[in-house]
T-cell receptor, first 115, second 110 residues
Framework: DTGVSQDPRHKITKRGQNVTFRCDPISEHNRLYWYRQTLGQGPEFLTYFQNEAQLEKSRLLSDRFSAERPKGSFSTLEIQRTEQGDSAMYLC?????????????FGPGTRLLVL | RKEVEQDPGPFNVPEGATVAFNCTYSNSASQSFFWYRQDCRKEPKLLMSVYSSGNEDGRFTAQLNRASQYISLLIRDSKLSDSATYLCVVIGGGYNKLIFGAGTRLAVHP
């Protein structure tokens, strides 16, 4: 499968625990995005990487959230001291700009439940 | 006010019906527009881009009205497999981050 992959697909954790999610983008895609989606809403932008550089962060991304893309390939999103309000689907997307057009391809998401 | 607004539905239509979804966006500087489809508990998938001149892909037609900041999606001859949530998406500036509406649910019944 050459699409975007995410791991784990589901995570249940207790409030206060730390969690880390991984995203493997489509090979050679230099842009990588993280979004969060809660029930009944569309995805909301969290952060963006071009290669290994994190170029934009949403104000939704509190100090408890950190994202990395150390070698410009896979990315991780860590949430420290999880809260019940962090329960959501975390989606990763990657893209490659071609001819001035960019299409973002989404992974299957990691569904987080904080108890 | 949300940056992208959609009627949440649900739209319940019989097979073969024509259904139209509307969407408005608040940022007049937006440059790119899309419709994504999302099946229950799945990731969003690009359905089609939306161009100023309007564009058609089989049974699907998308229109953009920049003056009114309005986007539409028309589905003709609805199929059961069209049942999904349709997300209106705008690129709102700054590194091409997608700004999604909350989605419109479509249920096509026999």
């Amino acid at each position: 499968d050459t699409g975007v992959s995410q791991d784990p697909r589901h995570k249940i954790t207790k409030r206060g625990q730390n969690v880390t999610f991984r995203c493997d983008p489509i090979s050679e895609h230099n842009r990588l995005y993280w979004y969060r989606q809660t029930l009944g809403q569309g995805p909301e932008f969290l952060t963006y990487f071009q290669n290994e550089a994190q170029l934009e962060k949403s104000r939704l991304l509190s100090d408890r959230f950190s994202a990395e893309r150390p070698k410009g390939s896979f990315s991780t999103l860590e949430i420290q001291r999880t809260e019940q309000g962090d329960s959501a689907m975390y989606l990763c997307a990657s893209s490659l700009m071609t001819g001035g057009v960019e299409t973002q391809y989404f992974g299957p998401g990691t569904r987080l439940l904080v108890l | 006010r949300k940056e992208v607004e959609q009627d949440p539905g649900p739209f319940n239509v019989p097979e073969g019906a024509t259904v139209a979804f509307n969407c408005t966006y608040s940022n007049s500087a937006s440059q790119s527009f899309f419709w994504y489809r999302q099946d229950c508990r799945k990731e969003p998938k690009l359905l089609m881009s939306v161009y100023s001149s309007g564009n058609e892909d089989g049974r699907f037609t998308a229109q953009l009205n920049r003056a009114s900041q309005y986007i539409s999606l028309l589905i003709r001859d609805s199929k059961l497999s069209d049942s999904a949530t349709y997300l209106c998406v705008v690129i709102g500036g700054g590194y091409n981050k997608l700004i999604f509406g909350a989605g419109t649910r479509l249920a096509v019944h026999p």
